[in-house]
């Protein structure tokens, strides 16, 4: 369990970070109106200072052999503390974690910001401590491709398992309402990712893409899918807002993954 949670904390993380981009170029107001011939150039370009507080929620329900529900509300800062070449180096820090869960037939609720931790909670708050206010370090171009990342020290990167493979790639040129690109990403113990990103939307303010895709397991059978939209501000690339949706096997148990993130 402890294995999974750093993964899912991980792999949500990796999805926000690689929505944060931003448009390049303007539209006129007539150009959108029609929407044929618009295309604006997806690029990461934030300032070396820029900080980003956002908001996570995630639900997750898991059958099989160890049933689970848990929710789980998290707020954390994105920092871009340097920049070299065409690649951002990238501060995140976990700022609070809140939890309740139901697995086996037991109950626990978990909040780091409380005083003083009972019963299993404990037990979390030593986990999530390798987390909280200790920042992960991660480096990602300007195309979304993660270059490196790693975990506190105290942290065993592998419990993270691969997941800075897992991020949204952008597309090589111009993109209008309509036109997709695709990606295929390993997922560690599962198989791969197949992703297609589409351009829903373009307004003078906002960008609008969804995605679609399968979890194929070693052998190529099809086990999961993924499915998300974002909106993009398109004056600062910051995330407004999106949804990711998934189903996949964790550590041998089918699971459903439903997140919503939220720029504070």
């Not at 019963?119 to 909280?132: A, F, N, R, S």
Request: proline share 4%; with cysteine.
């Amino acid at each position: 369990m402890k294995k999974s949670i750093l993964i899912l904390a991980g792999f949500i993380l990796l999805f926000k970070l690689s929505c944060s981009k931003t448009p390049e170029g303007k539209v006129s107001e007539q150009s959108i109106e029609s929407a044929e011939g618009d295309k604006v150039l997806i690029r990461l370009k934030p300032q070396v200072g820029d900080v980003q507080k956002t908001l996570m929620t995630i639900d997750v329900a898991s059958e099989g052999g160890q049933e689970m529900n848990m929710k789980m509300r998290m707020n954390l800062d994105l920092k871009v503390t340097d920049k070299e070449e065409d690649v951002y180096n990238y501060q995140i820090s976990y700022n609070s974690i809140k939890m309740n869960m139901s697995m086996g037939g037991m109950e626990m609720q978990y909040d780091s910001d409380a005083e003083k931790q009972e019963g299993i909670g404990v037990m979390m708050h030593e986990q999530m401590k390798q987390l909280l206010g200790k920042p992960v370090n991660m480096k990602m171009s300007d195309k979304g491709e993660v270059k490196e990342f790693s975990l506190p020290s105290e942290a065993n990167n592998q419990q993270m398992g691969n997941t800075s493979s897992i991020s949204l790639p952008l597309p090589d040129g111009p993109v209008g309402v309509g036109d997709s690109w695709t990606s295929v990403k390993p997922i560690e113990s599962v198989g791969e990712l197949k992703m297609k990103m589409t351009v829903d939307k373009i307004t003078v303010d906002d960008v609008v893409i969804e995605t679609v895709g399968d979890i194929t397991d070693e052998a190529g059978t099809k086990v999961g899918e993924f499915s998300g939209d974002y909106t993009l501000n398109r004056n600062n690339g910051l995330t407004k807002d999106g949804t990711l949706n998934m189903s996949m096997p964790v550590e041998g148990n089918p699971m459903s993954i439903t997140v919503n993130f939220k720029s504070l």
